[in-house]
């Protein structure tokens, strides 16, 4: 059953004369890896700070469950349900690695000590080793900074993850780890794993791959087959 579905939404940035996103229709269930490819400016992004709740379509509606997004909390949505990971990593420079994945935990309320133990169980998850739990983003490389990127996401405890180009910042071994993370995550934990990037490589690895070419989302195996 669809976790999330778009139906017919469309964006348009004020004062623009077109369209950054055209009545785009799709679904996206729990234990699939969705690829959404395209080039720089083809919408993508857009698309995704949508199904993030950080922009309300213009027209159409995003929907989780039975709720259309514009009549939910959006902070709440975004806080339980939804997490992002970014090419840029976006970990917060004065907190070590163990702080920056107990940060959304805190955030809801946990104690320090309580999410300090499943913090470290995240990290271990995903590669990262007890002697660089303590270690500040700029002493880790791009790899572990993901990994920890990829950690803190999942301490928040949300099962959507939406991934914007999370191996540009990366080179092809590390990128390759990072997306077999993310693979694992949605086959193995099912989890719904949304990736948006311009690596066809990456995407045609998907479970389903969608293609944004200006502002316009087509499902890349019907394209394929025409």
Do not use: W
Not at 111 to 119: G, H, I, L, R, Y
Not at 204 to 210: E, S
């Amino acid at each position: 059953m669809p976790q999330l579905v778009i139906d017919n939404i469309s964006y348009s940035y004020r004062n623009a004369t077109t369209q950054a996103v055209k009545n785009a229709n799709c679904s996206f269930e729990p234990g699939k890896f969705y690829a959404i490819m395209g080039p720089s400016g083809s919408g993508k992004s857009t698309l995704l700070s949508m199904l993030a709740g950080l922009d309300l379509p213009t027209e159409g509606e995003v929907i989780f469950g039975d709720s259309k997004l514009r009549e939910m909390d959006l902070d709440r949505y975004r806080r339980e349900n939804v997490s992002m990971i970014f090419q840029a990593f976006q970990l917060f420079p004065l907190l070590t690695a163990l702080e920056n994945v107990c940060y959304p935990m805190e955030l809801s309320g946990a104690e320090t000590k309580d999410a300090k133990p499943k913090a470290a169980e995240l990290l271990q998850h995903v590669g990262i080793t007890d002697e660089k739990h303590k270690r500040y983003p700029s002493n880790l490389s791009g790899g572990e900074q993901q990994r920890v990127a990829i950690a803190r996401s999942l301490a928040s405890g949300a099962k959507i993850i939406l991934a914007d180009e999370p191996t540009g910042n990366l080179d092809v071994e590390n990128g390759d780890a990072v997306i077999g993370i993310l693979k694992r995550l949605a086959h193995e934990e099912g989890y719904c794993i949304i990736v948006v990037t311009h690596d066809f490589d990456i995407a045609k690895t998907a479970d389903v791959m969608y293609r944004m070419t200006d502002g316009v989302l087509t499902d890349a195996a019907k394209t394929d087959a025409q």
